[in-house]
């Protein structure tokens, strides 16, 4: 069952943790639940099954209040995750590992006109924002080729289009440095205080969610193109750090994606399963559902203990046999599977609260997190390496 709770002092904000028992929770998590549930105008704290603690607030959590506040979305705003449908004659993951493109390399509209990823573009550039084009990041993004595993709803599976085999691109990715840009303006001048002017925020955000979003499809193009596949729309793409004007209420998700009504792909690790939902939730948990198996430890703990259990080698190849494309040895430790939580118990969270009804699971067959040093011509990587700054 959730755990509620009402946070110290005189505040009135509520904090619901819709986890079991069971469920590997922090303490400091739900202390900085407790401290955003203090600010000024908040009315509910929401906090899913995958909290685990941020910088200055939690991850994992949605936020209603009377009062905007920037830092509660952070700094990848636009920040999602989107299902690609692919196609492909044979799916060898060590021949299609070797296929991936560079992925830190930007695509410029002028310098890269001629790239064929570009028809997946519809209008112009949200903010005018070129830095960074068709990126993937750093930090737990990704794109992976995946499997259709089990599937637990046909009838909804189908609705998708989806069916056991059936492969998908999986692009989990934000704004880059956009998101990053308006945040640091806001808190330049106001810290983590709200914003003085609500509309003039909501303009800059949506224009980095719209930016997410095209980034997405984007980098889902160049890796379809490289794999000698055509692109496709998405058939998932939900955001899950925006805030949202609800009934006259600023409804804040940090690693929480919407979960009214919206298909929602779930992401485990690099070596587990990721899980497709139909996501239900109502006002308790604040319309949201999980956006992942969330961390257990911090990167600096698992880099630490990673290198003391694992081999590089060991976690290339992942324990359901899928690859893994990376060439920056330290991120491999600090996103190793042991890193985070038994996405499986996440998943049977969100089912015991009724936020969720599993669809499908997708397995992995090449996740692709940065490229794998020698796996790019000279100039790219120079080029890569120039260009590379913003995290």
Request: glycine content about 10%; overall charge neutral.
């Amino acid at each position: 069952m959730s755990q509620h709770s009402s946070p110290p002092h005189s505040a009135t904000a509520t904090v619901t943790v819709f986890a079991s028992p069971i469920s590997w929770i922090e303490s400091d998590a739900l202390a900085q639940c407790h401290q955003v549930a203090a600010l000024d105008g908040m009315i509910h704290v929401a906090a899913m099954p995958d909290l685990h603690p941020g910088k200055g607030a939690p991850i994992g959590a949605a936020m209603a209040s009377t009062v905007l506040y920037p830092f509660l979305v952070g700094s990848d705003i636009g920040c999602g995750i989107a299902v690609f449908p692919i196609r492909l004659k044979r799916a060898v993951p060590e021949r299609l590992a070797a296929r991936f493109p560079d992925l830190d390399r930007p695509l410029h509209p002028e310098r890269d006109a001629d790239d064929p990823a570009w028809a997946v573009a519809d209008g112009d550039i949200p903010a005018g924002h070129v830095e960074g084009l068709a990126t993937v990041g750093r930090g737990n993004h990704f794109v992976e080729l995946a499997r259709i595993e089990t599937v637990f709803e046909p009838q909804h599976a189908s609705r998708l289009g989806l069916e056991p085999g059936d492969l998908v691109l999986v692009v989990h990715s934000g704004s880059r440095g956009l998101g990053e840009r308006i945040l640091r303006e806001h808190t330049e001048v106001h810290g983590a205080g709200p914003a003085p002017d609500a509309a003039a925020y909501l303009a800059m955000h949506d224009d980095a969610v719209r930016w997410g979003s095209l980034n997405r499809r984007l980098l889902a193009a160049r890796v379809a193109h490289a794999l000698g596949a055509e692109t496709t729309a998405p058939i998932v793409d939900q955001c899950h750090n925006l805030v949202e004007h609800r009934d006259g209420v600023y409804l804040h998700r940090k690693g929480a994606a919407p979960g009214d009504g919206r298909d929602v792909l779930i992401a485990g690790t690099r070596g587990t399963r990721s899980y497709l939902v139909a996501a239900h939730a109502g006002p308790d948990a604040n319309h949201s559902v999980a956006h992942g198996a969330g961390r257990k430890m911090s990167r600096a703990d698992a880099l630490r203990r990673g290198r003391a259990k694992h081999t590089v080698e060991e976690l290339r190849r992942t324990p359901v046999g899928s690859l893994v494309v990376c060439g920056d040895r330290q991120l491999l430790f600090e996103e190793a599977p042991t890193a985070y939580k038994r996405i499986e118990q996440v998943i049977s969270d969100l089912v015991g609260h009724d936020l969720a009804t599993p669809v499908a699971t997708t397995v992995p067959l090449v996740t692709y997190k940065t490229p794998d040093v020698g796996s790019a011509p000279r100039t790219d990587r120079r080029d890569s390496h120039r260009r590379r700054g913003r995290p």
